[in-house]
């Protein structure tokens, strides 16, 4: 009998490694158990943090700090002892801030999170009443905390903007040490992006200082500092640019605007990031809003594209096509990446909500293509259930995936494509604070 069931054990195997993808092979840790994964991907560690889709409490987005990982969620955000990335694990679970996206920026010994919708009658952070604020409805913006105690967070300061924080976006101002916030607040009532100023020495002492008109609901600002000195914000139907450099009349607190550009098919524009030259901006979008699954083979290729473009002139150097059709059950668009850190090659690790993990080499931005993926089951088979990553991104040799109903998990990717790789140290995955070659 137990030879009988061994044999069918074994079957069942062969048949279910058969039905994967050409390849693709099965992911070899429980956490990771419904994946299917290229054979470069190599599934690690995993820290758990389930979380609702009714009341909608995702995990969202990630920042680094020396093996520190930082996950912001709808409730608060988490703090992961990442120094061993098959075994991560869980220092705070901090859900005394719940304002929605929870989105975060960490610098030293500084944590600033996004809260994204006007706080209701009662809402506390950090055991403090959210003030009901100047502007109609409620209060949101962003809050500062002192994290110099891991297990014990300190909120040192409330910015209240206009129209909140849908994510925000860290610009290191050493020269006059602060650390200034492009807040995005993904308004059509707010079409730009908030600056403020947080003194390094006194967070307390944070402030706002002006609003950057960019005629677009800006979703996401990414950043570039060094020699290119560029920032871009997605929203609306494309992406504007600026600079921040005193060549074009820029500076950090007060951007010169370059040019707005609109992509043919987009209706709301979601990410921006750019190679590490500054030389490529690459743009991503959010159809259905995320929420619907728009990766189908019946989905629409501007649905299922990311863009690359010349980022001081905006013109068109190529696009790349989900290669991975997903199911009708699966929310899927390109959502947040990175770029690799190196000299070498341009390298992309994305977020796709359920279509997972993909790895994209872009070196040449009208031939990118696909070297490396990791892709989950859909979470239904017969209903759409919003999950899958909301971000990813390339730390220190690792690829971190921030799951919305599982949590943390860590991958290794072998591939000379990101040979050569430099370790950062820290990472706030919307800001470069230098340029590579």
């Known amino acids: 009998m137990r030879r009988t069931m061994r044999m069918a054990v074994f079957l069942a195997s ?35 943090r389930a979380n609702t889709t009714s009341p909608f409490t995702a995990n969202s987005d990630l920042a680094f700090r020396d093996r520190l990982a930082f996950q912001g969620n709808y409730d608060g955000f988490r703090i992961i002892d990442i120094h061993e990335p098959d075994n991560p694990v869980q220092l705070l679970d901090y859900r005394e801030c719940t304002g929605n996206q929870g989105d975060v920026i960490v610098w030293g010994n500084i944590l600033v999170r996004s809260w994204n919708s006007p706080a209701p009658a009662g809402a506390t952070c950090d055991g403090e009443p959210v003030l009901p604020g100047v502007f ?33 976006t860290a610009v290191p101002d050493p020269a006059n040490n602060r650390l200034l916030v492009y807040n995005t607040p993904s308004s059509g009532a707010c079409p730009g992006i908030d600056i403020i100023q947080i003194p390094v020495d006194h967070p307390e002492n944070a402030s706002y200082l002006r609003f950057e008109p960019g005629g677009r609901p800006c979703h996401d600002t990414g950043v570039i500092l060094g020699a290119a000195m560029l920032a871009a914000c997605a929203g609306g139907n494309g992406f504007t640019v ?7 009349g820029g500076s950090l607190e007060d951007p010169a605007q370059l040019y707005s550009k609109s992509v043919p098919g987009v209706t709301i524009g979601h990410s921006a990031s750019f190679t590490w030259d500054g030389r490529v901006l690459i743009f991503g979008h959010e159809p259905g809003g995320g929420a619907q699954a728009r990766c189908q083979a019946t989905s629409t290729i501007t649905d299922r594209s990311l863009f690359f473009f010349d980022a001081r002139s905006g013109a ?15 929310n899927c668009t390109w959502h947040n990446y990175n770029v690799v850190p190196t000299d070498k090659r341009y390298v992309l690790v994305s977020a796709g909500y359920q279509s997972g993990i993909s790895v994209v080499d872009f ?11 990791a892709d989950p089951a859909p979470l239904s088979e017969t209903q759409l259930i919003l999950g899958g990553d909301w971000s990813d991104y390339w730390y220190d040799g690792r690829i971190y ?34 340029t590579i070659g």
């Not at 962003?142 to 925000?168: K, R, Y």
């Not at 600026?242 to 074009?248: G, N, V």
């Not at 068109?316 to 699966?330: C, I, K, N, W, Y």
């Open 316 to 330: 068109d150097l190529g696009s790349f096509v989900m290669p991975r059709v997903q199911t009708a059950t699966e």
């Open 136 to 168: 109609p409805g409620g209060w949101e913006g962003l809050h500062v905390f002192d994290i110099s105690n891991l297990s014990d967070p300190d909120l040192v300061a409330s910015v209240e903007t206009e129209c909140g924080s849908h994510t925000a």
């Open 401 to 434: 995936e921030s799951d919305i109903t599982r949590g943390l998990l860590v991958w290794d990717l072998s591939d000379p494509a990101t040979a050569g790789a430099r370790k950062l140290g820290h990472l706030n995955p919307q800001t470069q604070e230098f």
């Open 242 to 248: 600026w600079s921040l450099s005193a060549a074009d």
């Open 14 to 48: 062969i048949a279910a490694l058969l039905a994967l993808p050409a390849g693709a092979v099965a992911a070899e840790v429980p956490a990771a158990s419904t994946f299917t994964h290229s054979q470069n991907m190599h599934p690690m560690g995993f820290s758990p």
């Open 363 to 373: 070196t040449d931005p009208a031939n990118a293509r696909e070297v490396g993926f």
